[in-house]
């Protein structure tokens, strides 16, 4: 027979500790796997719990709000009882119930509360109002016509404010000359005002003399003109139907109606003299508060643009004043020159007092294009007092130079100094001058050159970016 116990293992010691170490792990395991499954079901009992308590509680709050949503419905239907029965209350005690005539009713119909001492306030006017889009236009239409009428008042005051600007940025290349030389702005603008100053009261010294003499010899000389007249067949012919020598005569035979009519006379022209010296006095001080102030009046301008703009604005604002300036020098160039040629053809046809209307070409020669008509207009009229030859001749020799200067010199001189073209010089001094007069021709070749500026460097590259 076999023996029972060959196909076991020996139970010897090494055997026994071998499976004591299985059992340890194996309990070890076990306990891990029930303490996992103890926790698991203890969350979820807890999770259960919770979620219970929590729709319990949501379901008590809903009930609650529920509730007080009633209660405040309850509560306004209350109020809104009290309150009409506050105002059947005050309907029987105040027959009219007009809450401008009772406070009582006042206050109960406009809700007053701890909240609102003046009541609850009601709902706005609709922006679509016909009522408030008809009065906001109106009050636009007003003031827009009270604006108009501001700047018709003070025309005369703004016209001297563009000016004095206008010969304030126009003087400033000269200034900021003298400062280049080491002297400071303050005696530079000195300078050169005392030079502009210089120049209108010898212009002054040269040309009222003249003028007052010649007015004395035409009143010394008036009888006479007057008997030539008389030999004149036409002159004649027509004193006989409208007795005009006759009536002239007898302002002559009368010294007491000459002196009245030259007392009415002088009180206009001494209204005139006083409002074109005040004018010129405050063109003066404006000048030179503009000119001194330049540097700041364009910091604080360029302070008004965006930061990211400022730079550009200021290069291009330059650039503007720069081109004014440029302007002013060619107008005083080309009215130096007609003014020179003025006065070599006066001295060479004898004319008497060349200088004086020399001069007078010179500033009337400023005003573009035209200015230099009404100077040789004058400078004709003379000459045609020293013979009709030299006045023809003046006449003639004004007719060519006009001619050159306007189609020629000017617009080749402005367009160097200003960069403006030729046919834009033209048009723009017409329109200037139809719009304001003489300084509206003087402002209007600077704007047009500022005009032709921003065109090119602002509206154009815009265009091509678009």
């Known amino acids: 027979m076999a023996d029972p116990g060959a196909g076991r293992r020996p139970r010897d010691g090494s055997g026994g500790e071998g499976l004591a170490e299985v059992a340890d792990v194996v309990e070890e395991r076990v306990e891990q796997r029930l303490e996992q499954a103890v926790e698991g079901r203890v969350d979820e009992a807890v999770d259960e719990a919770v979620d219970e308590a929590v729709d319990e509680r949501t379901e008590e709050v809903l009930e609650q709000a529920g509730g007080a949503?009633?209660?405040?419905?309850?509560?306004?239907?209350?109020?809104?009882?009290?309150?009409?029965?506050?105002?059947?209350?005050?309907?029987?005690v105040v027959p009219e119930d007009d809450p401008v005539l009772d406070t009582a009713a006042r206050r109960i119909e406009?809700?007053?509360?701890?909240?609102?001492?003046?009541?609850?306030?009601?709902?706005?006017?609709?922006?679509?109002?016909?009522?408030?889009?008809?009065?906001?236009?109106?009050?636009?239409?007003?003031?827009?016509y009270g604006l108009v009428q501001?700047?018709?008042?003070?025309?005369?005051?703004?016209?001297?404010?563009?000016?004095?600007?206008?010969?304030?940025?126009?003087?400033?290349?000269?200034?900021?000359?003298?400062?280049?030389?080491?002297l400071k702005r303050g005696r530079a603008v000195g300078v050169v005002l005392l030079g502009v100053i210089l120049f209108f009261v010898g212009f002054g010294f040269a040309v009222v003399p003249p003028i007052v003499e010649q007015a004395q010899e035409f009143g010394t000389d008036l009888p006479r003109y007057v008997q030539e007249l008389?030999?004149?067949?036409?002159?004649?012919?027509l004193d006989e139907r409208f007795g005009l020598l006759d009536r002239a005569q007898a302002m002559l035979d009368d010294p007491g109606r000459i002196g009245v009519s030259a007392a009415g006379g002088v009180l206009g022209v001494s209204?005139?003299?006083?409002?074109?010296?005040?004018s010129a006095l405050t063109l003066l001080i404006l000048t030179l508060y503009f000119l001194s102030s330049l540097p700041t009046i364009k910091a604080n301008a360029?302070?008004?643009?965006?930061?990211?703009r400022r730079a550009r604005v200021g290069l291009l604002s330059?650039?503007?004043?720069?081109?004014?300036?440029?302007?002013?020098?060619?107008?005083?160039?080309?009215?130096?020159?007609s003014g020179v040629t003025t006065f070599i053809l006066l001295m060479v046809l004898g004319v008497s007092y060349p200088l004086a209307l020399a001069m007078l070409v010179a500033v009337t020669g400023l005003v573009p294009l035209v200015g230099a008509t009404i100077g040789a207009a004058v400078v004709t009229f003379v000459a045609l007092f020293t013979s009709v030859k030299v006045g023809i001749i003046c006449a003639v020799y004004y007719l060519i130079y006009q001619q050159v200067e306007n189609y020629y010199l000017?617009?080749?001189?402005?367009?160097?100094?200003?960069?403006?073209?030729?046919?834009?010089?033209?048009v723009a001094v017409l329109i200037g001058g139809s719009l304001l007069g003489v300084l509206g021709a003087l402002l209007a070749i600077p704007m047009a050159a500022a005009v032709q500026l921003v065109l090119k460097e602002v509206i154009s590259p815009r265009q091509d970016h678009s």
């Open 69 to 92: 949503a009633d209660r405040a419905e309850q509560a306004q239907a209350s109020a809104e009882q009290a309150e009409a029965g506050a105002l059947d209350v005050v309907k029987l």
């Open 110 to 144: 406009a809700k007053v509360d701890p909240d609102n001492p003046f009541g609850v306030p009601g709902r706005p006017m609709s922006s679509r109002s016909p009522f408030r889009v008809a009065f906001m236009a109106a009050l636009g239409v007003a003031l827009a």
């Open 150 to 182: 501001a700047l018709i008042a003070v025309r005369s005051i703004l016209i001297l404010l563009l000016a004095a600007a206008f010969l304030a940025i126009g003087l400033n290349p000269a200034v900021e000359w003298l400062e280049r030389r080491k």
């Open 230 to 237: 008389r030999d004149n067949e036409r002159i004649a012919s």
């Open 271 to 278: 209204k005139v003299v006083f409002g074109a010296v005040f």
């Open 302 to 308: 360029y302070r008004l643009v965006p930061r990211s």
């Open 318 to 337: 330059d650039e503007i004043l720069s081109r004014v300036g440029g302007y002013v020098a060619g107008a005083a160039a080309i009215a130096s020159l």
């Open 410 to 426: 000017y617009p080749r001189i402005m367009q160097r100094s200003v960069d403006v073209s030729p046919a834009a010089t033209v």
